[in-house]
């Protein structure tokens, strides 16, 4: 459950990073982040920290809630 | 900032778990998490993960997004 959750969180930002034009490294430099971990987020290979959500959403310029406002069900 | 945005979702999760008339005991059995840990939440004093924050929402049984639905300003 706890991989498709982290999954879900990397399609998401990754979703909303397409849909504002920007490459992972662009990203990076406005979350303050390594180029390497946002590849790792996307991929949902991150257990990502709510500093790191807070950082994300700051430099996607959406509301952290909104970038985790999915549910994974407990299959 | 980010001492800010932890003491934040430790006031959250407090205030939930209050209004569910929890212990932190209680929560802790719920959410899989060490009773310390979720004392250290409440404190601020953790950077929780996404695992984490989904842990503590199903055990309070209110969606993730809810729980982080609040911004910190940049000061």
Do not use: C, P, W
């Amino acid at each position: 459950m706890e991989n498709r959750l982290l999954s879900l969180f990397g399609e998401r930002v990754r979703t909303e990073r397409l849909a504002r034009h920007l490459s992972q490294e662009q990203l990076a430099s406005l979350a303050d982040l390594d180029r390497t971990y946002v590849s790792g987020v996307e991929r949902g290979k991150r257990n990502v920290s709510l500093v790191n959500i807070s950082r994300l959403s700051k430099a996607l310029n959406i509301s952290m809630s909104s970038l985790i406002d999915f549910e994974v069900d407990d299959e």
